[in-house]
Antibody, heavy 116, light 113 residues
Framework: EVQLVESGGGLVQPGRSMRLSCAAS????????MHWVRQVPGKGLEWVAG????????GYADSVKGRFTISRDNAKNSLYLQMSNLRIEDTALYYC?????????WGLGTLVTVSS | DIVMTQSPDSLAVSLGERATINCKSS????????????LAWYQQKPGQPPNKLIS???NRESGVPDRFRGSGSGTDFTLTISSLQAEDVAVYYC?????????FGQGTKVEIK
Protein backbone atom coordinates (compact mmCIF):
# COMPACT_ATOMS: atom_id res chain seq x y z
CA GLU A 1 0.00 0.00 0.00
CA VAL A 2 1.30 3.40 -0.99
CA GLN A 3 1.88 5.71 1.96
CA LEU A 4 3.03 9.31 1.97
CA VAL A 5 3.54 10.94 5.35
CA GLU A 6 4.36 14.62 5.57
CA SER A 7 6.00 16.25 8.57
CA GLY A 8 7.75 19.42 9.61
CA GLY A 9 4.88 21.89 9.60
CA GLY A 10 3.99 24.25 12.41
CA LEU A 11 3.89 27.89 13.37
CA VAL A 12 6.65 30.11 11.99
CA GLN A 13 7.21 33.85 11.86
CA PRO A 14 7.27 35.76 8.59
CA GLY A 15 10.72 35.84 7.05
CA ARG A 16 11.84 32.64 8.75
CA SER A 17 12.54 29.23 7.22
CA MET A 18 11.06 25.77 7.54
CA ARG A 19 11.75 22.37 6.04
CA LEU A 20 9.01 19.92 5.19
CA SER A 21 9.60 16.21 4.72
CA CYS A 22 7.57 13.47 3.09
CA ALA A 23 8.33 9.83 3.87
CA ALA A 24 7.25 7.44 1.13
CA SER A 25 6.61 3.72 1.32
CA UNK A 26 4.79 0.98 -0.53
CA UNK A 27 6.20 1.75 -3.96
CA UNK A 28 9.53 2.11 -5.74
CA UNK A 29 10.15 5.74 -4.85
CA UNK A 30 12.93 6.37 -7.36
CA UNK A 31 10.63 5.41 -10.26
CA UNK A 32 8.36 8.41 -9.79
CA UNK A 33 8.36 12.17 -10.00
CA MET A 34 7.04 13.80 -6.84
CA HIS A 35 5.31 17.07 -6.11
CA TRP A 36 4.22 19.43 -3.36
CA VAL A 37 0.71 20.85 -3.56
CA ARG A 38 -0.76 23.24 -1.01
CA GLN A 39 -4.23 24.23 0.04
CA VAL A 40 -5.32 27.13 2.15
CA PRO A 41 -8.01 25.69 4.47
CA GLY A 42 -11.38 26.04 2.81
CA LYS A 43 -9.82 27.07 -0.51
CA GLY A 44 -8.56 25.41 -3.67
CA LEU A 45 -5.46 23.45 -4.63
CA GLU A 46 -2.22 25.07 -5.74
CA TRP A 47 0.75 23.23 -7.20
CA VAL A 48 3.93 24.37 -5.46
CA ALA A 49 6.86 22.39 -6.85
CA GLY A 50 7.78 19.18 -8.60
CA UNK A 51 10.90 17.04 -9.03
CA UNK A 52 11.73 14.27 -11.47
CA UNK A 53 12.69 10.77 -10.36
CA UNK A 54 16.42 11.51 -10.50
CA UNK A 55 16.28 15.19 -9.43
CA UNK A 56 17.33 16.14 -12.95
CA UNK A 57 14.32 18.35 -13.47
CA UNK A 58 12.63 20.61 -10.96
CA GLY A 59 9.91 23.22 -11.27
CA TYR A 60 8.30 25.82 -9.07
CA ALA A 61 5.20 27.93 -8.99
CA ASP A 62 5.95 31.60 -9.60
CA SER A 63 4.62 32.37 -6.12
CA VAL A 64 7.46 30.42 -4.47
CA LYS A 65 10.28 30.61 -7.03
CA GLY A 66 13.51 31.77 -5.44
CA ARG A 67 12.24 31.06 -1.92
CA PHE A 68 11.41 27.33 -1.93
CA THR A 69 13.64 24.41 -2.90
CA ILE A 70 12.39 20.92 -3.60
CA SER A 71 14.72 17.96 -3.23
CA ARG A 72 14.65 14.24 -2.70
CA ASP A 73 16.78 11.48 -1.27
CA ASN A 74 16.00 8.25 -3.09
CA ALA A 75 18.12 6.21 -0.67
CA LYS A 76 15.84 7.39 2.14
CA ASN A 77 12.59 7.33 0.13
CA SER A 78 12.07 10.92 1.12
CA LEU A 79 10.94 14.17 -0.44
CA TYR A 80 11.71 17.59 0.99
CA LEU A 81 10.62 21.19 0.66
CA GLN A 82 12.96 23.83 2.04
CA MET A 83 10.99 27.03 2.50
CA SER A 84 12.73 30.32 3.22
CA ASN A 85 11.63 33.92 3.59
CA LEU A 86 8.16 32.68 4.45
CA ARG A 87 5.21 34.98 3.94
CA ILE A 88 1.80 35.09 5.57
CA GLU A 89 0.30 33.97 2.26
CA ASP A 90 2.31 30.72 2.43
CA THR A 91 0.00 29.59 5.23
CA ALA A 92 -1.57 26.37 3.99
CA LEU A 93 -1.81 22.62 4.29
CA TYR A 94 1.08 21.17 2.29
CA TYR A 95 0.57 17.82 0.60
CA CYS A 96 3.15 15.65 -1.07
CA UNK A 97 1.84 13.76 -4.06
CA UNK A 98 3.08 10.95 -6.28
CA UNK A 99 2.90 11.66 -9.99
CA UNK A 100 1.10 9.16 -12.19
CA UNK A 101 -1.09 10.72 -14.87
CA UNK A 102 -1.87 13.47 -12.43
CA UNK A 103 -1.53 12.54 -8.78
CA UNK A 104 -2.72 9.11 -7.76
CA UNK A 105 -1.47 9.21 -4.19
CA TRP A 106 -1.47 12.00 -1.64
CA GLY A 107 -0.38 12.30 1.95
CA LEU A 108 -2.61 13.73 4.64
CA GLY A 109 -0.67 16.98 4.61
CA THR A 110 1.23 19.07 7.11
CA LEU A 111 -0.05 22.48 8.16
CA VAL A 112 2.21 25.49 7.87
CA THR A 113 1.08 28.65 9.62
CA VAL A 114 3.05 31.82 9.00
CA SER A 115 2.20 34.42 11.59
CA SER A 116 3.88 36.90 13.89
CA ASP B 1 0.21 29.17 -17.52
CA ILE B 2 -2.88 27.20 -18.49
CA VAL B 3 -5.91 28.53 -16.65
CA MET B 4 -8.57 25.99 -15.68
CA THR B 5 -12.07 27.33 -15.13
CA GLN B 6 -14.82 25.19 -13.66
CA SER B 7 -18.54 25.81 -13.72
CA PRO B 8 -20.62 26.03 -11.69
CA ASP B 9 -18.87 26.90 -8.44
CA SER B 10 -21.47 24.87 -6.59
CA LEU B 11 -24.53 22.80 -7.33
CA ALA B 12 -27.23 21.04 -5.37
CA VAL B 13 -28.68 17.87 -6.83
CA SER B 14 -31.33 15.48 -5.54
CA LEU B 15 -30.30 11.96 -4.62
CA GLY B 16 -30.38 9.75 -7.68
CA GLU B 17 -30.27 12.69 -10.08
CA ARG B 18 -27.47 13.67 -12.43
CA ALA B 19 -24.73 16.14 -11.56
CA THR B 20 -22.67 17.78 -14.28
CA ILE B 21 -19.48 19.76 -13.77
CA ASN B 22 -17.70 21.59 -16.56
CA CYS B 23 -14.04 22.44 -16.89
CA LYS B 24 -12.52 24.67 -19.53
CA SER B 25 -8.82 25.14 -20.17
CA SER B 26 -7.33 28.33 -21.60
CA UNK B 27 -5.45 26.29 -24.16
CA UNK B 28 -5.72 22.77 -25.48
CA UNK B 29 -4.45 19.96 -23.28
CA UNK B 30 -4.68 17.45 -26.11
CA UNK B 31 -1.28 16.14 -27.14
CA UNK B 32 -1.64 15.42 -30.85
CA UNK B 33 1.14 12.84 -31.11
CA UNK B 34 -0.66 10.39 -28.80
CA UNK B 35 -4.18 11.80 -29.01
CA UNK B 36 -4.41 12.01 -25.24
CA UNK B 37 -5.96 14.75 -23.16
CA UNK B 38 -3.79 15.51 -20.13
CA LEU B 39 -6.73 16.14 -17.82
CA ALA B 40 -7.61 14.62 -14.45
CA TRP B 41 -10.56 14.90 -12.08
CA TYR B 42 -10.32 14.70 -8.29
CA GLN B 43 -12.83 14.38 -5.50
CA GLN B 44 -12.08 15.93 -2.12
CA LYS B 45 -14.19 15.21 0.93
CA PRO B 46 -13.91 17.34 4.08
CA GLY B 47 -10.78 16.64 6.07
CA GLN B 48 -9.32 14.38 3.40
CA PRO B 49 -6.73 14.82 0.65
CA PRO B 50 -7.97 14.81 -2.94
CA ASN B 51 -8.63 11.45 -4.56
CA LYS B 52 -8.12 11.01 -8.28
CA LEU B 53 -11.23 9.76 -10.03
CA ILE B 54 -10.30 10.09 -13.68
CA SER B 55 -7.17 10.52 -15.76
CA UNK B 56 -6.69 11.17 -19.47
CA UNK B 57 -10.05 12.96 -19.37
CA UNK B 58 -12.11 9.79 -19.42
CA ASN B 59 -10.22 6.88 -17.79
CA ARG B 60 -11.76 5.94 -14.45
CA GLU B 61 -9.28 4.94 -11.75
CA SER B 62 -9.52 1.48 -10.28
CA GLY B 63 -12.31 1.27 -7.72
CA VAL B 64 -14.13 4.41 -8.86
CA PRO B 65 -17.85 3.71 -9.32
CA ASP B 66 -19.06 3.73 -12.88
CA ARG B 67 -21.55 6.47 -12.11
CA PHE B 68 -18.59 8.83 -12.51
CA ARG B 69 -17.86 9.59 -16.15
CA GLY B 70 -15.37 11.98 -17.69
CA SER B 71 -15.69 13.31 -21.21
CA GLY B 72 -14.46 16.04 -23.51
CA SER B 73 -11.36 16.91 -25.50
CA GLY B 74 -9.11 19.83 -26.29
CA THR B 75 -10.28 22.63 -24.05
CA ASP B 76 -13.71 21.53 -22.84
CA PHE B 77 -14.33 18.75 -20.37
CA THR B 78 -17.15 17.41 -18.25
CA LEU B 79 -17.45 15.25 -15.17
CA THR B 80 -20.85 13.60 -14.87
CA ILE B 81 -22.18 11.80 -11.84
CA SER B 82 -25.06 9.85 -13.33
CA SER B 83 -26.97 9.13 -10.12
CA LEU B 84 -25.86 11.17 -7.14
CA GLN B 85 -25.32 9.27 -3.91
CA ALA B 86 -24.97 10.74 -0.43
CA GLU B 87 -21.29 9.76 -0.34
CA ASP B 88 -20.61 11.89 -3.44
CA VAL B 89 -20.97 15.13 -1.48
CA ALA B 90 -17.56 16.71 -1.99
CA VAL B 91 -15.60 19.33 -3.86
CA TYR B 92 -14.47 18.29 -7.33
CA TYR B 93 -11.42 19.65 -9.11
CA CYS B 94 -10.12 19.32 -12.64
CA UNK B 95 -6.39 19.53 -13.29
CA UNK B 96 -4.26 19.72 -16.40
CA UNK B 97 -0.92 17.93 -16.48
CA UNK B 98 -0.08 18.93 -20.03
CA UNK B 99 2.24 21.79 -19.10
CA UNK B 100 4.12 22.91 -16.05
CA UNK B 101 2.86 24.44 -13.85
CA UNK B 102 0.16 21.83 -13.49
CA UNK B 103 -2.92 23.86 -12.70
CA PHE B 104 -6.22 23.12 -11.04
CA GLY B 105 -9.68 24.49 -11.51
CA GLN B 106 -11.11 26.45 -8.61
CA GLY B 107 -13.33 23.56 -7.52
CA THR B 108 -17.04 22.75 -7.66
CA LYS B 109 -18.91 21.95 -4.48
CA VAL B 110 -21.59 19.29 -4.88
CA GLU B 111 -24.34 19.08 -2.29
CA ILE B 112 -27.62 17.25 -1.84
CA LYS B 113 -30.78 19.20 -2.61
Amino acid sequence: EVQLVESGGGLVQPGRSMRLSCAASGFKFDDYAMHWVRQVPGKGLEWVAGISWNSGSVGYADSVKGRFTISRDNAKNSLYLQMSNLRIEDTALYYCAKETDGYNSWGLGTLVTVSS
Amino acid sequence: DIVMTQSPDSLAVSLGERATINCKSSQSVLYRSNNKNYLAWYQQKPGQPPNKLISWASNRESGVPDRFRGSGSGTDFTLTISSLQAEDVAVYYCQQYYNSPWTFGQGTKVEIK
